[in-house]
């Protein structure tokens, strides 16, 4: 089993940065790929970003390009995803999910092998 926490949210003004962690225990994460997701109220969980097990694929969703980048150590069993030039409309709860295929992790599929609970970030006016 792996359990994944996400942690590194907040209040921060539009135009700021913070950067998400996603650490894993029980199990290393090196074979997995990793997505973040989020989810703002009301709304449907989105697909942010994802990394391959090796960290050499990335894949964005077109409203973070460019803004946001994700990165993985796997010697720290961790999954980061730095986030700059914040809006308003990126205040969510973001996930992270890890499954051992990219592709899976890419529909953002309730099937991943394993889900975090979130942190919220919350970007003001």
């Known amino acids: 089993q792996v359990q994944l926490v996400e942690s590194g949210g907040g209040l921060v003004q539009a135009g700021g940065s913070l950067r998400l962690s996603c650490a894993a225990s029980?199990?290393?994460?090196?074979?997995?790929?990793v997505g973040w997701f989020r989810q703002a109220p009301g709304k449907e969980r989105e697909f942010v970003s994802a990394?391959?097990?090796?960290?050499?694929?990335?894949y964005y969703a077109d409203s973070v390009k460019g803004r946001f980048t994700i990165s993985r150590d796997n010697a720290k069993n961790t999954v980061y995803l730095q986030m700059n030039s914040l809006k308003p409309e990126d205040t969510a709860v973001y996930y992270c999910?890890?499954?051992?295929?990219?592709?899976?992790?890419?529909?953002?599929?309730?099937?991943?092998?394993?889900w975090g609970k979130g942190t919220l970030v919350t970007v003001s006016t």
């Open positions: 999910a890890a499954d051992p295929v990219v592709s899976v992790v890419i529909s953002g599929s309730d099937d991943m092998d394993y």
């Open positions: 029980g199990r290393t994460l090196s074979r997995y790929a």
């Open positions: 990394v391959s097990w090796g960290g050499a694929n990335t």
